[in-house]
């Protein structure tokens, strides 16, 4: 039940893309289509950004869009929006029917 | 509104018990798997439990295999955290989560979709 990995942090200007990797192994990430994606404030609960590796759910931008080649999964972030300044976590479901969460990387926007 | 409450939160010693609570609200609970995912002061996200929607299937991680049990009362739209022989590194808002798992035709959906604003277990002496 390793953590997924994911870089501690990410930066970027106003109107600019980033992406976030998350890398796991093939008992997570890569043997299911079943990563997420959470953004978190300080203080906050997690929000739900992306889900089944690529799905948004009802209400979040489509300036967040997902994707995965083998054991790592991207978010990415276009159009950078200061509100988007925020800590991302990705997240899968596991071959022991357990979840598993990344590090978490800390999105600055400059 | 779709809403978890969490409670039961507090200050605790080493070695101690706590049992804490997340009230659902605005959907059928009965009819969702539930998590519980916690987060040290500072650090990331860690999940640590869930359970089926009839309580027949439980998973933990495993550094609280053994100290803590996940249960639920789908009469009082209630989950559960029982947590034993409380240690330091146990220190963490502990949040309840749903989660989603369902087929549609040849696809499968599984994510974590709604939280509660979480509560502090505090393990010190």
């Known amino acids: 039940q390793s953590a997924l990995t994911q870089p501690a942090s990410v930066s970027g200007s106003p109107g600019q893309s980033i992406t976030i990797s998350c890398t796991g192994t093939?008992?997570?990430?890569?043997?299911?289509?079943?990563v997420s994606w959470y953004q978190q404030h300080p203080g906050k609960a997690p929000k739900l950004m992306i889900y089944?590796?690529?799905k948004r759910p009802s209400g979040v931008s489509n300036r967040f869009s997902g994707s995965k080649s083998g054991n790592t999964a991207s978010l990415t972030i276009s159009g950078l929006q200061a509100e988007d300044e925020a800590d991302y976590y990705c997240?899968?479901?596991?071959?022991?029917?357990?979840?598993?969460f990344g590090g978490g990387t800390k999105l600055t926007v400059l | 509104e779709v809403q978890l409450v969490e409670s039961g939160g507090g200050l605790v010693q080493p070695g101690g018990s706590l049992r804490l609570s997340c009230a659902a609200s605005?959907?059928?609970?009965?009819?969702?798997?539930m998590s519980w995912v916690r987060q040290a002061p500072g650090k990331g996200l860690e999940w640590v439990a869930n359970?089926?929607?009839?309580?027949?299937?439980?998973y933990y991680v495993d550094s609280v295999k053994g100290r803590f049990t996940i249960s639920r009362d789908n009469a009082k739209n209630s989950l559960y955290l029982q947590m034993n022989s409380l240690r330091a590194e146990d220190t963490a808002v502990y949040y309840c989560?749903?989660?989603?798992?369902?087929?549609?035709?040849?696809?499968?959906?599984?994510?974590?979709?709604?939280w509660g604003k979480g509560t502090t277990v505090t393990v010190s002496s």
């Open positions: 997240s899968s479901y596991t071959s022991s029917s357990t979840w598993v």
């Open positions: 359970i089926k929607q009839d309580g027949s299937e439980k």
């Open positions: 089944d590796v690529s």
């Open positions: 093939s008992s997570d990430v890569g043997g299911y289509n079943y």
């Open positions: 989560a749903r989660e989603v798992r369902y087929q549609l035709l040849t696809s499968y959906y599984y994510y974590m979709d709604v």
């Open positions: 605005g959907f059928t609970f009965s009819s969702y798997w």
